[in-house]
Every structure is written in structure tokens, then in C-alpha cells.
T-cell receptor
């Protein structure tokens, strides 16, 4: 079983709709992250959380919100989706106690906003 | 302002030859560098990393070189195999216990049989 899972894997929605992307992990890591990937731009950090009570904005948080429901769950919401939020979204986790603190990624969610 | 740059969007090499992927950064406070590999329809997977106190790290066919004075790192794959065909991202972590990574734009490597 995958250590970091994301649901849904694909989603097509319309402008103005509210969308929630969910991420779960079984790695026991405290830190979780949400990124988006656009062609030619690499991965950009949207939000990150160092524990259940700690939520921080990343580089491109406008138009997004997050919820850390438990150590293992971190969800990303688009309150009112717009077409330029069409992208690949990745969740990641890391263990701050590990040397180098490698981040481990989920399989991604492809979101299309029409 | 892009702090981590991969200036080559794509690279094509012959199977068995060396692949060299490059990455430049601007922030001298970065203390850890990582390379990730990404196949289509999958998330990035960790490949190899290097601390800023080292200039080389090797793992099998993969070697990462760090030139701090030039703010440049490179990933060498020898010998290259068709299964290495993927998008490669370099990433840098700021000093301190932040955990945050800054990613480059990615380089698509194609290894031809």
C-alpha cells in the first residue's frame, strides 16, 4: 500500500465550485505539504503544516485553504475554483528528525477547472 | 524571482552514455540539495541528496556534485538506461529547521535505446 495517498486522482469541475482534495499518510510524519505543478514552473508550495496545530502559507496560497484534521490527514480546499487553478496537485510529508528531511510525495491529483 | 533554476528543459542521450543534468541556485543560505525523479501520472520520488558541507555524493549509477562557489549542482547518471527517462527536479532547502523545499522547473530526460 502507498504511504502517501491522494483522493481524487482526477477531477473536472466548473468555475465557482468548491473543491476539496484530500491527502492521507501512513508514514507517521508530522510535517505535510501541498504543492501545485504547472508546466515549466516546477512545484510551488501552497501550504504546509508542521503539526496539527501549525499551518503556514507557502508561495502561492491565495485562493486556497487547508485543514489538518489529524497527524495523518491534510486537505486542500479551493473555495471558488477558477480556470487558472487547473494544475497537478501534490501532497508530501517529511520527518523533521530524519537527516536531510526528505519529502515523500503522493501520486498527485489532476484538477481541471472549466 | 526563481531561486533554483534548471535552464535545460530537456535532454536526450543514448543508452549507455552519461546523462548530466544541471541546476543553479542563487541563495547561499541553502544547506541541503535534493534530486527528485518523476514519471508521468506519478508523484516525484526522491533520488539522491547532498549536504552543503560536501561536494560529492554517490549512489550506484547516480552522483551529485555541488560547487558552492559557483552555486551550481549537477546530477550524473552513468550508464544511462531507458528506464531513466523521466522529469528530474532539483530542490534546495533553506538553513534552519524549516523543512521547506524550493524546486527548479524540471528537466525532461530521454534515454534512447
Amino acid at each position: 500500500d502507498a504511504d502517501v495517498t491522494q483522493t481524487p486522482r482526477n477531477r473536472i469541475t466548473k468555475t465557482g465550485k468548491r473543491i476539496m482534495l484530500e491527502c492521507s499518510q501512513t508514514k507517521g510524519h508530522d510535517r505535510m505539504y501541498w504543492y501545485r505543478q504547472d508546466p515549466g514552473l516546477g512545484l510551488q508550495l501552497i501550504y504546509y503544516s508542521f503539526d496539527v496545530k501549525d499551518i503556514n502559507k507557502g508561495e502561492i496560497s491565495d485562493g486556497y485553504s487547508v485543514s489538518r484534521q489529524a497527524q495523518a490527514k491534510f486537505s486542500l480546499s479551493l473555495e471558488s475554483a477558477i480556470p487558472n487553478q487547473t494544475a497537478l496537485y501534490f501532497c508530501a510529508t517529511s520527518d523533521f528528525r530524519a537527516s536531510g528531511e526528505t519529502q515523500y510525495f503522493g501520486p498527485g491529483t489532476r484538477l481541471t477547472v472549466l | 524571482d526563481q531561486q533554483v533554476k534548471q535552464n535545460s528543459p530537456s535532454l536526450s542521450v543514448q543508452e549507455g552514455r552519461i546523462s548530466i543534468l544541471n541546476c543553479d541556485y542563487t541563495n547561499s543560505m541553502f544547506d541541503y540539495f535534493l534530486w527528485y525523479k518523476k514519471y508521468p501520472a506519478e508523484g516525484p520520488t526522491f533520488l539522491i541528496s547532498i549536504s552543503s558541507i560536501k561536494d560529492k555524493n554517490e549512489d550506484g549509477r547516480f552522483t551529485v556534485f555541488l560547487n558552492k562557489s559557483a552555486k551550481h549542482l549537477s546530477l550524473h547518471i552513468v550508464p544511462s538506461q531507458p528506464g531513466d527517462s523521466a522529469v528530474y527536479f532539483c530542490a534546495a532547502r533553506g538553513s534552519g529547521n524549516t523543512g521547506k523545499l524550493i524546486f527548479g522547473q524540471g528537466t525532461t530526460l530521454q534515454v534512447k535505446p
